[in-house]
């Protein structure tokens, strides 16, 4: 290649040398980092008072509805703790309906008079703050002239200190509300479901004779995938750092076809850098478990321990904050984007949802015998129920623009939702179904045929990644969720339909002891498999087969989020949403216009980035190539050589019809009209252009001359560190 910026930025990528962590972990037992940037109940114990201290305990334990007069002790310990740590500022952080992260720093210090100034931080200003209502998504809640919100103050999701390169900020998880008291963000819905499930639960967990029950808590693990790309080849692409995914590119003479980079071994650079998210992590109270290459070349994962399901949605945002903060010190750019890359595995955000409490554990724990444990298969058949009414809800909360790519291809699941249970399970329930449970496959021993190693314990089925939703031992894993997207969202979901489940089998069972009580179990557990087994899968979810089938069924396959966001305005779903004081019907269509219009600008702004990439990089370098073609035939031509005009006659094909094409995207792009739906449904018009547009310039990616080619290629993008 002769020296052009693309080849420049690929020098500088390959000379990026490995950037050494910050941390000795020789010198610094990792252990030692863990939460010392968050203000827990350890610290909280030092340093309040004994009554306020067990005052804050007991909300954070038992979800008591927390005591207004500590909050001047509370902020008053906070604030000496933070400014010891070095921060300047406090911020309340929140989670507004973009997705993302929000927050407004306020300076600890006050002018005191006689050109001084002292740090103070009230109990008011710990409990409450005031951002700008309207200038965050609403759906209709909040019109532009209607600017109050507050953020009030979360308890129970501890706060913590953010550093930075000049400085720390005290970070404090909020609530955010309008004057009117509805809900403007993720968190406050999340903390609804959470007491609608923990009520229901406890009425189930009574019915089994159990006297001393702790709060029941759902809990979450999502496990996060990303992408890497060199920061140098990353600017040289508009459409990334525009939208971040690319919306050209021609499959890279080797993609993941030799199945080798899967758990393979991490490259140093990149290694070093998941050090250091690591170690951002533990300082923060985030409790990173994994990290590893994942199936598509350049991409990678990060997953925690299981924590309580509030918990674990504000540390994955933090999670997304530090991966693309710590990347940039390495010269790398992190993606999130659902499908960054088309032809290979896009990423998403499986989330492993179970739910339990202290006294009585993980209430979704099967033991070594199932078919005998009437519990468990209460809370089992609850989720079976719950997510086969709802399944079109659940693929709404999950669908997204970006999430439209993935589903369905390369490994994700598929957009009709249903329920892998595994070997055990499946047959547990055919049982009951029949009549009742008498037996379940027990684990065995898988013996390898080598001497030297050990025998290993067998689980009783196997796993199933084609399967949106599918048991894993001990919880459920939602994997249809994107790797952009807030796990709020999908955890709202998951607890209020299952709260309404259980207090379905609840109001079943409830008056009834003894042998009354087994008999009403069976019944309940019997009707539910029965109606709702429908939902059940064990096969290939990748299959035309399953597609028929799960038609034959009844179960939906709603392929684009044009086709699945209605389903947050069910009527069946409404109602169970309201019941549990979860959504207002106004919040929920809020909801439904935000995310139709979000998918709007999403389309839009793709389509005003590939309009202008391909008339101003493609285009222009496709020419240019033509015109070095016909230099060279015409020179040919000069010599009494006999030339070749068929890479002349096929580039000039292809650059017609790719003008063509373009013409096309801009007199669609001209015609968006009417309300957000209706915009919504000529977006899917849009993206089937542009994929024609695409397969054009893709072609031309193949044909012109290496040297001419303006765009770092996927070659370049997905395998250069």
């Not at 910050?22 to 990792?30: C, E, K, L, N, Y």
């Not at 929140?94 to 002018?111: I, R």
């Not at 993941?256 to 300082?283: S, T, W």
């Not at 249903?418 to 684990?443: D, P, V």
């Amino acid at each position: 290649m002769s020296t052009t910026t693309r080849t420049e930025a690929i020098r500088a990528a390959v000379a990026t040398k490995p950037r050494a962590v910050s941390i000795d972990a020789a010198a610094v037992f990792t252990g030692d980092l863990y939460g010392q940037n968050v203000f827990d109940l350890s610290k909280m114990q030092r340093r309040l008072s004994k009554d306020t201290y067990k005052a804050l305990k007991k909300t954070i334990e038992t979800g008591s509805q927390l005591d207004m007069t500590i909050a001047d002790e509370v902020a008053a310990a906070m604030k000496a703790w933070a400014i010891e740590k070095g921060a300047t500022h406090f911020a309340h952080v929140f989670f507004p309906l973009t997705g993302l992260t929000a927050e407004k720093h306020d300076s600890f210090l006050v002018p005191a008079g006689g050109g001084t100034a002292v740090a103070e931080f009230s109990g008011k200003a710990l409990i409450q703050g005031e951002p700008d209502a309207s200038s965050f998504p609403s759906g209709g809640i909040r019109a532009t002239f209607e600017a109050r919100g507050y953020t009030a103050w979360d308890v129970t999701s501890p706060a913590y200190i953010f550093q930075g390169p000049n400085g720390a900020t005290l970070c404090i998880p909020t609530a955010f509300v309008s004057w009117t008291g509805e809900a403007l963000d993720k968190k406050t819905p999340l903390l609804r479901s959470m007491q609608a499930l923990d009520k229901q639960a406890q009425r189930i967990l009574k019915l089994f004779g159990h006297k001393e029950i702790s709060m029941v808590t759902a809990t979450a693990g999502p496990e996060q995938e990303y992408f890497l790309i060199d920061e140098n080849l990353f600017y040289l692409r508009p459409d990334l750092y525009i939208n971040d995914r690319t919306l050209f590119g021609a499959p890279p003479a080797r993609g993941q076809e030799f199945e080798d980079h899967y758990f393979g071994a991490i490259p140093e650079r990149v290694l070093g850098f998941m050090m250091e998210v690591d170690n951002e992590c533990y300082k923060l109270g985030i409790p990173i478990k994994t990290r590893h290459n994942e199936v598509a070349p350049a991409q990678y994962e990060i997953a925690p321990v299981f924590e309580s399901a509030n918990i674990a949605a504000d540390h994955n945002q933090l999670v997304g904050t530090i991966l693309k903060r710590v990347a940039k010190k390495h010269g790398l750019v992190a993606i999130l984007n659902e499908k960054p890359f088309q032809g290979v595995n896009g990423s998403g955000k499986h989330v492993n949802f179970s739910l339990g409490n202290k006294t009585q554990g993980n209430l979704l724990d099967p033991g070594d015998t199932p078919h005998d444990n009437a519990q468990f298969l209460v809370f089992c058949a609850a989720v079976i129920r719950a997510v086969s009414i709802h399944s079109r809800f659940l693929r709404a909360c999950v669908a997204s623009a970006s999430n439209d790519h993935r589903l369905g291809a390369n490994e994700a699941p598929p957009a009709i939702i249903s329920i892998f249970l595994g070997e055990q399970l499946n047959a547990i329930f055919e049982q009951i179904k029949a009549g009742g449970a008498k037996t379940s496959k027990g684990k065995g021993t898988l013996r390898v045929g080598v001497d030297i190693l050990p025998p290993l314990a067998k689980d009783t089925g196997d796993r199933n990644r084609t399967s949106p939703f599918a048991f894993t031992g001990n919880r459920f894993e939602f994997r249809a969720v994107g790797s952009g997207q807030s796990i709020a969202g999908p955890l709202v979901a998951l607890n209020t339909i299952v709260a309404d489940s259980l207090e379905y089998i609840a109001s079943k069972l409830e008056g009834k002891k003894g042998a009354a009580l087994n008999d009403a179990i069976q019944d309940v557990l019997q009707e539910i498999i029965k109606e709702h087994g429908k939902v059940v899968f064990n096969g290939d979810g990748y299959s035309e087969a399953w597609h028929k089938e799960a038609a034959k069924r009844g179960l939906p396959n709603l392929k684009t989020s044009v086709d699945a966001l209605p389903a947050l305005l069910d009527k069946v779903s409404v109602e169970v949403f309201v019941k549990h004081g979860v959504f207002s019907e106004r919040e929920l269509e809020s909801r439904y216009e935000i995310y139709v219009e979000t998918y709007v600008k999403t389309v839009k702004s793709e389509l005003n980035s590939a309009i202008e990439i391909a008339k101003t990089l493609i285009v222009p370098a496709a020419n240019k190539h033509i015109v070095r073609l016909g230099e060279t035939l015409a020179a040919q031509k000069a010599a009494g050589v006999k030339g070749d005009a068929t890479a002349l006659k096929k580039a000039s094909a292809l650059v017609a019809s790719l003008q063509k094409g373009i013409a096309e995207l801009e007199t669609l792009r001209e015609k968006f009209s009417g309300d957000a739906t209706a915009q919504a449904k000529h977006a899917l018009k849009v993206r089937a252009a542009q994929s024609k547009v695409r397969a054009d310039a893709d072609a031309l990616e193949a044909e012109v001359a290496d040297d001419i080619w303006p765009l770092p290629t996927y070659g370049e993008l997905l395998f250069i560190k």
